[in-house]
């Protein structure tokens, strides 16, 4: 089993910037890719950002060149920076990870493991 933990949301008017971080509690040798998801009101699940355990990283069209993932595998952590936020990123934001390789990363049913997921709330 992975446990992961995230944290870093809240509330912040738009254009402003939140960090999200997920501790797994395993090393991140062991976690083929991880991601973090999120959910709007009324909407469905969506990868944000995808990172491999070999630091190559994919982001949904609507948050490129505004959010980027990162990873520091000391702290078995993926962060993920938020800047320029706008009202419509407002959703529950999700970290996932998946052990072994896996055909399609921006797929929700890829991943085993999911956090409990924390708050973003972004006004205009």
């Known amino acids: 089993q992975v446990q992961l933990m995230e944290s870093g949301g809240g509330s912040v008017q738009a254009g402003g910037s939140l960090r999200l971080s997920c501790i797994a509690s395993?090393?991140?040798?062991?976690?083929?890719?991880m991601a973090w998801f999120r959910r709007g009101p009324g909407q469905t699940r969506e990868a944000v950002a995808i990172?491999?355990?070999?630091?190559?990283?994919t982001y949904a069209d609507s948050v490129k060149g505004r959010f980027t993932i990162s990873q520091d595998n000391a702290k078995n952590t993926v962060y993920l920076q938020m800047n320029s936020l706008k009202p419509e990123d407002t959703a529950m934001y999700y970290c996932?990870?998946?052990?072994?390789?896996?055909?399609?990363?921006?797929?929700?049913?890829?991943?085993?493991?999911w956090g409990q997921g924390t708050q973003v709330t972004v006004s205009s």
């Open positions: 996932a990870a998946v052990r072994g390789w896996i055909k399609n990363p921006a797929a929700s049913y890829e991943y085993n493991y």
């Open positions: 395993t090393s991140r040798e062991n976690t083929y890719c």
């Open positions: 990172i491999n355990r070999d630091g190559s990283t």
